[in-house]
T-cell receptor, first 115, second 114 residues
Framework: EADIYQTPRYLVIGTGKKITLECSQT?????MYWYQQDPGMELHLIHY???????EKGDLSSESTVSRIRTEHFPLTLESARPSHTSQYLC??????????????FGPGTRLTVL | AQSVAQPEDQVNVAEGNPLTVKCTYS??????LFWYVQYPNRGLQFLLK??????LVKGSYGFEAEFNKSQTSFHLKKPSALVSDSALYFC????????????FGTGTKLQVIP
C-alpha cells in the first residue's frame, strides 16, 4: 500500500456547503494531483502541483481550488458544493527530480455526494 | 497533444486462459507508458511502465506489456487469468519532453469468468 491518505472516504452534504477534501502523503513526493472520476469511468485531471506554492489547473474545468503550503499536504476546497460535484475524487503523488517517467501513487479516494 | 485509446470497454476471459487488454497511444515524441489497475472502491495501483530498452516489460501480479513503436501500442497481457484479476485497467502515456501531464485512457473492465 502506498503512503497516501485521503479523508474523508465518504461525504454526503447539502447544496451550498463549503467542503475541503484532505490529501496527505508521507513519501516526500514533489508532484501531487487531483483527479475526478465517476464510478468505473475515466480519470479527469483537475489540479496538480510541482511543489510548495506551485499549483496548476488540469484538463477538466473545476470550480474547486487547491493549495500547497507543505510538501506533504494538498487539500482541495469547494466553496459552494452543487449536485454536479457528486463524484469520486482521487489524490495522487509522484517523485519529480526532473524525470517524468515516475509512476503515480494514488490514495483510496473520497466519494462525494451533494444533495 | 498526447492521447491514449483503450478500444474495449470490457474484456471477458475464462479463468486460466491468456488475457490481453489493448492500448494505443499518440505522442509527439518517444513515450513513457504505464498500466494501472483499479479494484472496486479503491484508488489506482501501478502495475508496470515502459521507459526504454526491452520492449517486453514485466510488472506486478504476473502481468506484462509489450511496447510496439510501429503500431504505437502497449497491450497488457497475462498468460493465465485469475478471477482476482477482475478489475478496471487504465493505460497512461506521457511525452518525455518538458512538463507534460500524464494522460489516462478511458479504462477497460476485465471480467475473469470462473
Amino acid at each position: 500500500e502506498a503512503d497516501i491518505y485521503q479523508t474523508p472516504r465518504y461525504l454526503v452534504i447539502g447544496t451550498g456547503k463549503k467542503i475541503t477534501l484532505e490529501c496527505s502523503q508521507t513519501m516526500g513526493h514533489d508532484k501531487m494531483y487531483w483527479y475526478q472520476q465517476d464510478p468505473g469511468m475515466e480519470l479527469h485531471l483537475i489540479h496538480y502541483s510541482y511543489g510548495v506554492n506551485s499549483t496548476e489547473k488540469g484538463d477538466l474545468s473545476s470550480e474547486s481550488t487547491v493549495s500547497r503550503i507543505r510538501t506533504e499536504h494538498f487539500p482541495l476546497t469547494l466553496e459552494s458544493a452543487r449536485p454536479s460535484h457528486t463524484s469520486q475524487y482521487l489524490c495522487a503523488s509522484s517523485e519529480w527530480g526532473g524525470q517524468s517517467y515516475n509512476e503515480q501513487f494514488f490514495g483510496p479516494g473520497t466519494r462525494l455526494t451533494v444533495l | 497533444a498526447q492521447s491514449v485509446a483503450q478500444p474495449e470497454d470490457q474484456v471477458n476471459v475464462a479463468e486460466g486462459n491468456p488475457l490481453t487488454v489493448k492500448c494505443t497511444y499518440s505522442v509527439s515524441g518517444n513515450p513513457y507508458l504505464f498500466w494501472y489497475v483499479q479494484y472496486p472502491n479503491r484508488g489506482l495501483q501501478f502495475l508496470l511502465k515502459y521507459i526504454t530498452g526491452d520492449n517486453l516489460v514485466k510488472g506486478s501480479y504476473g502481468f506484462e506489456a509489450e511496447f510496439n513503436k510501429s503500431q504505437t501500442s502497449f497491450h497488457l497481457k497475462k498468460p493465465s487469468a485469475l478471477v482476482s484479476d477482475s478489475a478496471l485497467y487504465f493505460c497512461a502515456v506521457r511525452d518525455r519532453g518538458g512538463y507534460q501531464k500524464v494522460t489516462f485512457g478511458t479504462g477497460t473492465k476485465l471480467q475473469v469468468i470462473p
